[in-house]
T-cell receptor, first 114, second 117 residues
Framework: AQKVTQAQTEISVVEKEDVTLDCVYE???????LFWYKQPPSGELVFLIR??????QNEISGRYSWNFQKSTSSFNFTITASQVVDSAVYFC???????????FGSGTRLQVQP | GAGVSQSPSNKVTEKGKDVELRCDPI?????LYWYRQSLGQGLEFLIY????????KSGLPSDRFSAERTGGSVSTLTIQRTQQEDSAVYLC???????????????FGEGSRLTVL
């Protein structure tokens, strides 16, 4: 069975601080995908990234970066110089490469104070 | 519209009644998904359509839940004899297979909030 754990329920930071959202996963599959989605107050989930289990290279996109470590089954997400617009709930998710269904973590609510 | 459209946005019903939730995916997106977001269970997969077929409906919680898709476009999620534990936000997502293969991106709607009294 697959499982995604986001131990941080809520994080509050002040604008311009860096913040890291943790994600730990469990799967018996040898090939799988990892995802991050953002859910702003409007409710729709917004795709941020997908990572293949074969690719452990870190990814950077603007202020966002992701650190994938298979050895610790973690896929952490860092926002550099946070902004108020980053306030949202962030979900980490997992799927095996043979299925379309995503297994989501419970989410981390990020509040960025001005 | 350009995005995934869901209706109604809010639905309040009495226990035991049937409800229908509708999803209109992005034009041209052949894959469609239903997820449920509730306080107790988080975000759960319900069903996946490719065209009008549902190759994965493993997430439907009971036989009171059913979904169909017609014309490879609009989908309806039906909950019969609603129970209070069905209260949740029902999210629909769609994707285009080729772009999904490349990026893995799903496009979500804003959801239908169901409250069962």
């Amino acid at each position: 069975a697959q499982k995604v754990t986001q131990a941080q329920t809520e994080i509050s930071v002040v604008e311009k601080e860096d913040v890291t959202l943790d994600c730990v996963y469990e799967t018996r599959d040898t090939t799988y995908y990892l995802f991050w989605y953002k859910q702003p107050p409007s409710g729709e989930l917004v795709f941020l990234i997908r990572r293949n289990s074969f690719d452990e290279q870190n990814e950077i996109s603007g202020r966002y970066s992701w650190n994938f470590q298979k050895s610790t089954s973690s896929f952490n997400f860092t926002i550099t110089a946070s902004q108020v617009v980053d306030s949202a709930v962030y979900f980490c998710a997992l799927s095996d490469t043979g299925r379309r269904a995503l297994t989501f973590g419970s989410g981390t609510r990020l509040q960025v104070q001005p | 519209g350009a995005g995934v459209s869901q209706s109604p946005s809010n639905k309040v019903t009495e226990k035991g009644k049937d409800v229908e939730l509708r999803c209109d995916p992005i034009s041209g997106h052949t894959a469609l998904y239903w997820y449920r977001q509730s306080l107790g269970q988080g975000l759960e997969f319900l069903i996946y359509f490719q065209g009008n077929s549902a190759p994965d409906k493993s997430g439907l919680p009971s036989d009171r839940f059913s979904a169909e898709r017609t014309g490879g476009s609009v989908s309806t999620l039906t909950i019969q004899r609603t129970q209070q534990e069905d209260s949740a936000v029902y999210l629909c997502a769609s994707s285009y297979p080729e772009s999904y293969a490349n990026t893995g991106e799903l496009f979500f709607g804003e959801g239908s909030r169901l409250t069962v009294l």
